[in-house]
Structures are given as structure tokens and as C-alpha cells.
């Protein structure tokens, strides 16, 4: 049997391996048509034992977007620290790179994942998913130079979370929408959010 079978050093190192394929997979082809099957397969292990790390889909979900959060971080970091970008070139490619996510290896929930992911979460699980959520926001904020309080943090993580599903979201889920228009949408998006956070840099700057 496999707890027999492997080591909590064992387990440790499965699970870990479990998480990264499936950011991996979403990254490159969407949550929705990431299976568990496909996740389970690639570390060599069985349906049963998968269930042992994770008791849905939507579990093992959680824990990847977990694990991309401080990768996100680093990226936009580099981008700020690169002397061949200026500093709205860096947050320009930033949240680029956020809103067409598969072309740079991050993972962005639809409209649709995000409903059906946070129908499965327990309220206790939805509280440190938000939790989490925040503190990237905050963290990302200090990183663009901006003094992280409440209000900025929220008003950054709605933005910019709006122009990623809008991305997505034409023209399947949103199809009055005219599906021509949606990059020069997305673009009028990012550069509106840039002006928006290089007016809040002027203003409030990171001390």
C-alpha cells in the first residue's frame, strides 16, 4: 500500500511534484482542460493515491495558484530591475505577460474556473485564498515603488484581475462583446492601469 510504501519524504516530494505539473498544465492549456488524470500520470502514480494529497481538483488547483504567487512576484521584480525597461515599460509587460498567460507560463482563472473553484472552497479555505490574494497585491504594489495600503491594493488587484478575464472571457462568456476589439481593449486596459499606478507612485511613494 502506498503509505507503506513511501516515506513522508517520499510523500513530500510527490506532492511537490503533483503541484508543479499541474501549474505547469494550466499555464499551458487552461485550468479547465487540466485533468487530474494527466497530473497524476506524469508523477508515475495511481487515481487512489493521488486522492491522498488531494481530495478534489479544486484542492490541488488552489495549491498551484499557491505556488505561482511568488513567482509572480519575482517576475515583476526582474522586469522593475531590468536597466533596459523603464519603470512603465516594466509594469507594462508585466501586466501584459499577466493577461496572456499562457504565452509566458502563468496561470489565470477564467470567469467560469474562478466560479466553479470557489463553489468547492470551504469558507475557511476562501478566507486564506483572499488572504494570499491580498498579500501578492500588497507585495506587488511595494514593488512598483507605491506605499501598499488597503484601498491601493484592492484597487490594483480589481484592475487588474479585470483586464486578465476580459482577455479571456471574449468572446465565449461575454460575446456582445466584439471579439476584433479585444487585444486593443486589453492594451487601452493596461495602459490605463500603468497611468493610474504611475499617478499613485507620484503621490504615495514607498518611504
Not at 26 to 50: L, N
Request: net charge neutral.
Amino acid at each position: 500500500m502506498p503509505k507503506v510504501a513511501y516515506s513522508e519524504e517520499d510523500r513530500q516530494r510527490v506532492r511537490q511534484q503533483l503541484v508543479r505539473t499541474a501549474l505547469e498544465l494550466m499555464a499551458k492549456q487552461g485550468i479547465r482542460h487540466t485533468t487530474v488524470e494527466q497530473v497524476y500520470k506524469s508523477a508515475g502514480i495511481s487515481r487512489t493515491f493521488f486522492y491522498t494529497f488531494f481530495p478534489t481538483k479544486e484542492d490541488l488547483i488552489v495549491e498551484a495558484i499557491y505556488l505561482q504567487q511568488p513567482r509572480v512576484l519575482e517576475y515583476a521584480r526582474s522586469l522593475l530591475e531590468d536597466p533596459a525597461l523603464t519603470w512603465r515599460e516594466a509594469v507594462r509587460q508585466f501586466l501584459y505577460s499577466c493577461c496572456y498567460g499562457e504565452q509566458y507560463g502563468i496561470a489565470v482563472l477564467t470567469i467560469e474556473e474562478q466560479q466553479l473553484l470557489f463553489r468547492h472552497l470551504t469558507p475557511e479555505s476562501y478566507r486564506n485564498f483572499r488572504r494570499k490574494q491580498f498579500l501578492l497585491f500588497r507585495d506587488l504594489l511595494a514593488a512598483f515603488g507605491i506605499q501598499p495600503d488597503k484601498e491601493r491594493v484592492d484597487m490594483l488587484t480589481n484592475l487588474s484581475i479585470t483586464a486578465m478575464l476580459l482577455r479571456r472571457a471574449v468572446p465565449s462568456t461575454l460575446p456582445l462583446l466584439v471579439p476584433e476589439a479585444a487585444d486593443a481593449t486589453v492594451r487601452f486596459q493596461i495602459d490605463s492601469i500603468t497611468r493610474y499606478l504611475e499617478a499613485m507612485r507620484a503621490e504615495h511613494p514607498l518611504g
